[in-house]
């Protein structure tokens, strides 16, 4: 019995000691995950949000990608609009409405065009007066990309915008002093996982 119990040790620590150690794995980064694309922001205090399936995106040869987004009042369903973003690219940077001119071309700039389903018009950020413009700078707002995830395709950033009605009458058909032609003012906007690559 104790020669059985001697032999049986002898070949347990023969082969705990004959395993040879496994190489630790390279460490997983989640690069290549992609993630579902949200849009959040607040609009006049209310906040809205678009995710997954509400959330489009574009990127034409150009180089311009458009957003956009079919986002909810998150305390009412029923309160949706629609909020479009232009933007001159898709690298990390500061991209503001009224551009920057370079050789007498926009060379990074955005846009955004926001849609009420109770209105036949949009908001734009680019229906300001020049005059409007240069007297108080970057009046339209604009967009920050912060992160580009080059492996899965996707960006991050923020954004801040004015957005103005259209300025002829007869396209809204409403007193100058109705509510629905003040400015609207979205802030704390947010992007992620917003795909610039298919």
């Known amino acids: 019995m104790n020669k059985l119990f001697y032999i049986l040790s002898l070949l347990l620590f023969v082969t705990f000691t004959a395993c040879h150690k496994e190489p630790i794995d390279t460490v997983v980064t989640d690069d290549y995950i992609k993630g579902k694309a949200i849009v959040r922001f ?3 205090g209310v906040t809205y949000g678009a995710r997954a399936n509400d959330v489009e995106s574009f990127y034409n040869p150009n180089g311009i990608l458009y957003i956009a987004a079919n986002a909810k009042d998150e305390n009412n369903d029923f309160d949706q609009i629609s909020l479009s973003i232009n933007i001159s690219s898709a690298e990390k940077g500061f991209y503001p409405t009224d551009g920057f001119i370079i050789n007498n071309e926009l060379d990074s700039y ?4 926001l849609k009420y389903k109770r209105l036949d018009w949009p908001y734009a950020t680019f ?6 413009t ?5 009046r339209g707002g604009s967009l920050t990309i912060t992160e580009v995830n080059e ?9 801040s915008f004015e957005l103005a009605p ?5 396209e809204h058909n409403l007193p100058p002093d109705h509510p629905d032609l003040a400015i609207r003012k979205i802030e704390n906007g947010y ?7 298919n």
Request: glycine share 6%; aromatic share 16%; hydrophobic share 35%.
């Open 110 to 113: 955005s846009t955004a065009l």
């Open 151 to 159: 492996f899965a395709g996707q960006i991050e950033g923020h954004f």
């Open 166 to 170: 259209p300025p002829n009458e007869e």
């Open 134 to 138: 240069t007297q108080n700078i970057n």
């Open 127 to 132: 229906q300001f007066t020049a005059e409007e």
């Open 42 to 44: 607040e609009l006049n």
């Open 191 to 197: 992007f992620k996982y917003v795909n610039f690559k």
